[in-house]
T-cell receptor, first 113, second 113 residues
C-alpha cells in the first residue's frame, strides 16, 4: 500500500528537549516536505527536499532542521523545542514532475510544555 | 507574495443540495490545481486535480477552472453529511517540477441531514 508514515502520532514533551519526528514514504517520490498546521493559519511549509541531500527552507523554518540521507526518509528535528512549536505537523511527498499532487502522512500532534 | 484565497465559511448546505466552494489565486502562470478534503484532526486527502480550463467531473465532484479569471471551484452534488469537512485549495504557482504547493486556508463545509 502506497503511504507516507509519520512517527510518533502524538507527543507531549517539555521545552528544550530535543525531538525527532520521522517520515518515510514507499512510493519512490523525489519530493518531500514538512508542514505545520495551526488554527486560522492554514498549512505552512517548514522545509522541503527535492531529492537526496537536497533540502531547502519553506515559509517557517526557524527552530527546525531536516535531513535527507535516503530517498524514502525525511526526518524533522527540533533541537530545542519551544511552546510556539506546539502544532499539528504533516509530512508529504510527491514525484518530482510538473503538477504532481502531494500525498500526506497521518500527522503528528506535538505539544511542547 | 503568491496567494491562494478561500472563503473560510462555514458553508452550510442541507443534505442532497449542491455545495459550491471557490478559490482564487494570484499567480497568473499557475498550471496545476488541487482540491483536498480534510476532516478535523486528520490529514489532507486529495480529491480532485485539474490542469486545463473547463470542468472535470469525478463522481459527485466537479472541479472548474478559469485561468483567465484566476479562479477554481469545486462543486459537490447530492451533498452528504459525510462531506462535512474543510476543503483546501492548492496551487502549483509556477508549474515547475517539485515546486511547493501553495495552500489556501480552507473552507469549512457543513452538511445537515
Amino acid at each position: 500500500e502506497a503511504q507516507v508514515t509519520q512517527n510518533p502520532r502524538y507527543l507531549i514533551t517539555v521545552t528544550g528537549k530535543k525531538l525527532t519526528v520521522t517520515c518515510s514514504q514507499n512510493m519512490n517520490h523525489e519530493y518531500m516536505s514538512w508542514y505545520r498546521q495551526d488554527p486560522g493559519l492554514g498549512l505552512r511549509q517548514i522545509y522541503y527536499s527535492m531529492n537526496v541531500e537536497v533540502t531547502d527552507k519553506g515559509d517557517v523554518p526557524e527552530g527546525y532542521k531536516v535531513s535527507r540521507k535516503e530517498k524514502r526518509n525525511f526526518p524533522l528535528i527540533l533541537e530545542s523545542p519551544s511552546p510556539n512549536q506546539t502544532s499539528l505537523y504533516f509530512c508529504a511527498s510527491s514525484h518530482h514532475r510538473d503538477g504532481q499532487p502531494q500525498h500526506f502522512g497521518d500527522g503528528t500532534r506535538l505539544s511542547i510544555l | 507574495q503568491k496567494e491562494v484565497e478561500q472563503n473560510s465559511g462555514p458553508l452550510s448546505v442541507p443534505e442532497g443540495a449542491i455545495a459550491s466552494l471557490n478559490c482564487t489565486y494570484s499567480d497568473r502562470v499557475s498550471q496545476s490545481f488541487f482540491w483536498y478534503r480534510q476532516y478535523s484532526g486528520k490529514s489532507p486527502e486529495l480529491i480532485m486535480s485539474i490542469y486545463s480550463n473547463g470542468d472535470k467531473e469525478d463522481g459527485r465532484f466537479t472541479a472548474q477552472l478559469n485561468k483567465a479569471s484566476q479562479y477554481v471551484s469545486l462543486l459537490i452534488r447530492d451533498s452528504q453529511p459525510s462531506d462535512s469537512a474543510t476543503y483546501l485549495c492548492a496551487v502549483n504557482p509556477s508549474g515547475e517540477a517539485g515546486t511547493a504547493l501553495i495552500f489556501g486556508k480552507g473552507t469549512t463545509l457543513s452538511v445537515s441531514s
